[in-house]
């Protein structure tokens, strides 16, 4: 079955640390990928995304992940965090159909 | 930015009730999606919605849930005869285009509690 991995469930940082959270999918054929935020309080926002070409995708707000296809794997990446940064992250997967199948999410908390 | 909305944030029922949630797609969007998260698991694919059809659900919807799309700007999920698990947040969702280049704008959500 389709599935997405978030082996991160809780990470603390400090400001200023470098963050990377996991994501690995299984589906073997052509996938576009995801990451939400959700703020708390707030809505899923869309991060960045990967539909095709370079799989080094950048976001907003700093953040960028890597698409290796090899791997199955769409890892979020921020060099330095900060305090606004504190949310929960999802990685999603549309496996070329009209769902979205998400990971179970990482809690961030980033402390000043 | 054009946004989709939720109503209500937040519905408590008794369990055998019938709830309506609602929602407001962005407008030039033709697609339409609800997801729900029960407390501490993942956000689940419920339904896909396109030209006044279902064009994909999954297993959590059966036959208790229900979706239209009323009117021009309204997008509804009922849930006929609530249970204690359908207790979660209730997420809409809308594209501008299905396939590959679906990318899905979501709404605040709705909490739903089943007493």
């Known amino acids: 079955a389709q599935s997405v991995s978030q082996h991160n469930h809780h990470v603390i940082l400090s400001e200023a640390a470098s963050l990377e959270l996991g994501c690995n999918y299984s589906y073997g054929g052509t996938v576009n990928l995801f990451w939400y935020v959700q703020y708390p309080g707030q809505h899923l926002q869309l991060l960045l995304k990967?539909?095709?070409?370079?799989?080094l995708v950048k976001g907003i707000k700093g953040f960028e992940a890597e698409f290796i296809k090899s791997k199955f794997s769409f890892n979020l990446r921020k060099p330095s965090v900060q305090w606004s940064d504190t949310a929960e992250y999802f990685c999603a997967v549309n496996p070329n159909t009209d769902k979205l199948i998400f990971g179970t999410g990482t809690r961030l908390q980033v402390f000043p | 930015e054009p946004e989709v909305t939720q109503t209500p944030s937040h519905q408590v029922t008794q369990m055998g009730q019938e709830v309506i949630l609602r929602c407001v797609p962005i407008s030039n969007h033709l697609y339409f999606y609800w997801y729900r998260q029960i407390l501490g698991q993942k956000v689940e694919f419920l339904v896909s919605f396109y030209n006044n059809e279902i064009s994909e659900k999954s297993e959590i919807f059966d036959d208790q849930f229900s979706v239209e799309r009323p009117d021009g700007s309204n997008f509804t999920l009922k849930i006929r005869s609530t249970k204690l698990e359908d207790s979660a947040m209730y997420f809409c969702?809308?594209?501008?285009?299905?396939?590959?280049?679906?990318?899905?704008?979501f709404g605040p959500g709705t909490r739903l509690t089943v007493l």
């Open positions: 990967y539909f095709s070409g370079d799989p």
């Open positions: 969702a809308s594209s501008e285009r299905a396939g590959v280049y679906n990318e899905q704008f």
